[in-house]
């Protein structure tokens, strides 16, 4: 395998990042009872996405990268739930959630389409 320079190298990685760094502010926003619950959630959520992919590109084998891309995978689903729900809550800047929802989603594909550029062709 081509090892990974660095995770920063990954476009994936650097979108991860922009989502938590706009998850953060959105959440700063929160009225005050949220801030603790839903928005330390997202926070969560938003950050182990960046994380995984870092540790992963840190390892030394396509096998453990990928695994950890699975995991990275995972979290653009919970956070988009949370995300769904904070729009729903009176109080919370929809625009600014439906803007993170995407942005989620386009994170997601590119997660889905690194891991797929890197499982070996089946025949």
Do not use: C
């Amino acid at each position: 395998m081509q090892q990974v320079k660095s995770h920063k190298d990954l476009d994936v990685w650097r979108a991860a990042v922009r989502l938590s760094k706009e998850t953060y502010q959105l959440t700063n926003s929160f009225p005050k009872e949220e801030q603790f619950g839903l928005g330390l959630q997202l926070r969560r959520s938003t950050v182990s996405i960046a994380s995984n992919i870092a540790e992963g590109a840190a390892r030394q084998t396509r096998k453990e990268l990928i695994q950890h891309l699975y995991i990275a995978a995972g979290s653009p689903s919970e956070l988009d739930t949370q995300l769904e729900i904070a729009r729903i809550i009176e109080g919370i800047k929809e625009k600014e959630i439906l803007h993170l929802q995407n942005e989620t989603e386009r994170a997601a594909m590119m997660l889905r389409a690194l891991i797929k550029s890197l499982k070996p062709e089946v025949s």
